[in-house]
């Protein structure tokens, strides 16, 4: 069943031209073009692994450039020498004693692992013929432990502890999978509120969406408080008392900023501000989510939150109340497994971070595996959804009344369409040159 030898690894840049009608627009990345280092790893015996890394344009260069500096650790490995020791690969790759320098496990060096890695845990799933979601699902509890790096945070959470979790989870772990397949694991939507979308777009987005049966909406804020409110209680208007908002900001304030503007904007009862300040700045959020906790709002981020270590210590300081695990910016499944079972330990609930290319098509595999063989509850959980780009992909999701349903074919469902990467490969793809 297994594939042998990895021969080949090939990357390559493609990017798609979001920013020309503003989709993905927020307060701090104002003309994103939705980009992924798309990399294909294929096996002596002619099988194919697929993964991807997200960025927003300019830069992903970089990113390709960092993956074939790694691919020569992944080259010449065979697929069962990887799983067999997979804690020592990852290891390999985010601690080579010279290429650690350029991070370490943050940064373009840490989104080239997760693309690499992506791309052998799909490798792996299909070598299983299973979803990646039913391959975690399926495997044995110390099985997956093995595959979890714990340097930097067993002062937070030791192997024991893990494996315990995981043990107890065990049980009404089948019924919790009929469920999902059932009735799909609970999601929100994006789509409606861009920042760079007229009020006009928005209401009518607002309209579909509701329509379609989405009760959860994310609305960008961030760059002016009067648009801000003005745009708040139009879809506060829209979505009427019952619906959930939250807002996001991108990063935007200082601390002291973050308290006084969200506070103003209270009044349309966001469930989370996310990323209200720097995604580095553990104890800011701290403060921020200490002053509104009166206002029954919560602090959400995670998706420029690098590694595991960061995650360890917002939730040591109580500094989130809403953990956005990202496929993509951590070091791929391994480190996402680390971070569901610290959010699990710390009470915390995981709603991912999604959208971009290619995101909701990989962590629907990972909120899935948590909700079915960790946290086995949906209290306060819901994946990000964004309709943008799901064409590209050769298993595109499928949601149905604003649930994710559980991927049926075998993989983590990154491969791409050949004919989209070959047009949208940057700059030399059809799409491009017609835009020089
Ligand atoms: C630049 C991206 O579109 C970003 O705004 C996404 C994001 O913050 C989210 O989906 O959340
Ligand atoms: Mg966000």
Redesign the pocket.
């Known amino acids: 069943k297994m594939t042998k030898k990895i021969i080949k690894l090939t990357v390559r840049d493609v990017r798609f031209p979001t920013s020309l009608e503003q989709h ?3 307060a701090m ?1 104002t003309d ?1 073009d ?1 980009s992924v280092a798309y990399v294909v790893i294929e096996t002596d015996q002619g099988m194919q692994g697929y993964g991807l890394t997200f960025t ?1 344009g300019r830069g992903t260069e970089i990113v390709v450039c960092a993956v074939e500096a790694l691919s020569a650790l992944v080259v010449g490995k065979s697929l069962e020498e990887i799983v067999s020791d997979f804690r020592g690969f990852y290891r390999l790759l985010t601690s080579d004693g010279q290429m650690r320098w350029i991070g370490p496990e943050k940064g373009v060096i840490q989104l080239a692992t997760a693309a690499v890695l992506n791309a052998v845990w799909d490798l792996w799933a299909r070598s299983e013929g299973k979803p990646l979601w039913k391959l975690l699902v399926d495997m044995d509890p110390r099985k997956l432990i093995s595959c979890i790096d714990f340097r930097y945070i067993t002062d937070a959470l030791t192997e024991e502890e893990a494996l315990d979790i995981l043990v107890k989870a065990q049980t009404g772990k089948q019924q919790r999978v009929d469920q999902m397949l059932k009735e799909g694991y609970p999601a929100y939507t ?1 789509s409606c509120a ?1 920042l760079g979308y007229s009020d006009q777009l928005l209401k009518q987005l607002c309209t579909d969406a509701l329509n379609d049966g989405w009760t959860k909406f ?1 609305v ?1 804020v961030g760059a002016d408080l009067k648009d801000d409110i003005r745009r708040c209680s139009l879809i506060r208007q829209m979505i009427g008392p019952h619906n959930t908002l939250m807002i ?1 900001a ?1 990063q935007r304030w200082d601390v002291g900023e973050a308290i006084t503007w969200v506070t103003r904007l209270a009044e349309y009862k966001p469930l989370w501000i ?2 209200p300040t720097s995604p580095d700045d553990i104890l800011g959020h701290a403060a921020i989510s200490k002053a509104l906790a009166p206002l029954g709002i919560g602090v959400a981020t995670g ?1 420029q939150c690098h590694n595991r270590v960061m995650f360890k210590q917002f939730l040591q300081a109580s500094a989130l109340q809403f953990v956005q695990i990202d496929s993509c910016r951590l070091g791929s499944v391994n480190e996402n497994l680390a971070v569901l079972l610290m959010a699990h330990k710390f009470k915390v609930p995981v709603c991912p ?4 290319v290619g995101l909701c098509e990989l962590v629907q595999h990972l909120i899935l595996f948590d909700y079915i063989s960790v946290s086995a509850s949906l209290d306060n959980r819901m994946c ?1 959804f ?1 309709d943008h780009l799901h064409q590209h992909f050769r298993s595109p999701v499928v949601i149905q009344n604003a649930h994710y349903m559980p991927p049926k074919d075998p993989g983590y469902s990154c491969e791409m369409l050949e004919s989209s990467v070959q047009t949208h490969q940057y700059p030399q793809g059809q799409v491009w040159k017609k835009l020089q």
């Open positions: 993905g627009s927020d990345h994103p939705y927003v994006t861009w994310k960008k996001d991108n996310e990323e998706e971070h999604a959208g971009g990000e964004v």
